[in-house]
């Protein structure tokens, strides 16, 4: 049974910085095709934030993390994402998603079969 789990968020003041980690157990990431990282706020719509495909390396972000944001992967089990410049509008809740979908690293939450119970981001103004 795989299970993905988050860890690192916190309460960060504006232009801070948070590490988020993200762990597989039951299965290790190379056989997954891609991971990611999605974000909800309260009452909004679940967002793509980040993604890698496990084989080729190829990254995707969102234009709000271009720049700010990097995903990578630390070990088999461990995908990080270190953020950086953290501004207000990224308070969310973070998840941890993997994927079986073979191509580009995807962006939409339907294409990954599997996801973490998140983790909460709050950056104060």
């Known amino acids: 049974q795989v299970q993905l789990v988050e860890s690192g968020g916190g309460l960060v003041q504006t232009g801070g910085s948070l590490r988020l980690s993200c762990t597989a157990s039951?299965?290790?990431?190379?056989?997954?095709?891609?991971m990611g990282w999605f974000r909800q706020a309260p009452g909004k719509d679940r967002e793509f934030v980040a993604a890698v495909s496990t084989n080729e390396g190829k990254i995707n972000y969102s234009d709000s993390a271009k720049g700010r944001f990097t995903i990578a992967r630390d070990s088999a089990r461990t995908m990080t994402l270190q953020m950086n410049n953290l501004q207000p509008e990224d308070t969310a809740v973070y998840y941890c998603?993997?994927?079986?979908?073979?191509?580009?690293?995807?962006?939409?939450?339907?294409?990954?079969?599997?996801w973490g119970q998140g983790t909460q981001v709050t950056v104060s103004s």
């Open positions: 998603a993997a994927s079986l979908r073979l191509g580009p690293p995807p962006r939409y939450p339907q294409e990954y079969d599997y």
């Open positions: 039951g299965r290790p990431f190379s056989l997954f095709d891609a």
